[in-house]
């Protein structure tokens, strides 16, 4: 079973880092479609990444367009936005071959034709409601979504 987290432009280098750190700690490819807000050589990603960095299974893509032709071959996509119709943990994450997560820019998320193409696949990750905080920082999404992965591929698995 394969696991890919793609981020689709990205804008601060360290949830980027942060982001391969941990596909790289569960087995997982990370994608990145561009425009990046930042350069990946910047040693601030390699940073946040730290010395795990190098090892990071990369791949950066031009445009979504170029991606989401190889996407089917991938896995099944899950979308994660505030906006989503379901919490991801009602969502079958890891039913199929392969699971592919995708998390759209820091100040704008995802683009509005993506959530109209694949509105069905669409999660949210569950907040208390309050003035005060309008999602939760895009690395520690892309952490959580991962690990609930591996948790329901260790139960569904004997």
């Given at each position: 079973?394969?696991?890919?987290?793609?981020?689709?432009?990205?804008?601060?280098?360290?949830?980027?880092?942060?982001?391969?750190?941990?596909?790289?700690?569960?087995?997982?490819?990370?994608?990145?479609?561009?425009?990046?807000?930042?350069?990946?050589?910047?040693?601030?990603?390699?940073?946040?990444?730290?010395?795990?960095?190098?090892?990071?299974?990369?791949?950066?893509?031009?445009?979504?367009?170029?991606?989401?032709?190889?996407?089917?071959?991938?896995?099944?996509?899950?979308?994660?936005?505030?906006?989503?119709?379901?919490?991801?943990?009602?969502?079958?994450?890891?039913?199929?071959e392969g699971t592919v997560l995708v998390f759209g820019r820091e100040t704008g998320g995802l683009p509005p034709a993506l959530h109209e193409r694949y509105a069905e696949r669409f999660v949210t990750l569950p907040?208390?409601?309050?003035?005060?905080?309008?999602?939760?920082?895009?690395?520690?999404?892309?952490?959580?979504?991962?690990?609930?992965?591996?948790?329901?591929?260790?139960?569904?698995?004997?």
């Amino acid at each position: 079973m394969s696991l890919h987290v793609v981020l689709v432009h990205p804008e601060i280098h360290w949830n980027t880092g942060n982001a391969g750190r941990t596909c790289l700690a569960a087995g997982a490819r990370l994608h990145l479609i561009e425009p990046l807000g930042f350069s990946l050589d910047e040693r601030q990603v390699k940073r946040a990444g730290l010395d795990y960095w190098p090892q990071v299974e990369l791949r950066v893509w031009k445009t979504w367009a170029d991606f989401e032709v190889t996407l089917p071959r991938l896995g099944d996509p899950w979308f994660f936005s505030t906006r989503g119709r379901q919490p991801f943990w009602d969502a079958p994450l890891a039913a199929g071959e392969g699971t592919v997560l995708v998390f759209g820019r820091e100040t704008g998320g995802l683009p509005p034709a993506l959530h109209e193409r694949y509105a069905e696949r669409f999660v949210t990750l569950p907040m208390s409601p309050s003035p005060h905080i309008r999602s939760l920082n895009l690395s520690t999404s892309v952490g959580i979504a991962v690990y609930e992965v591996l948790r329901q591929r260790r139960v569904t698995q004997p």
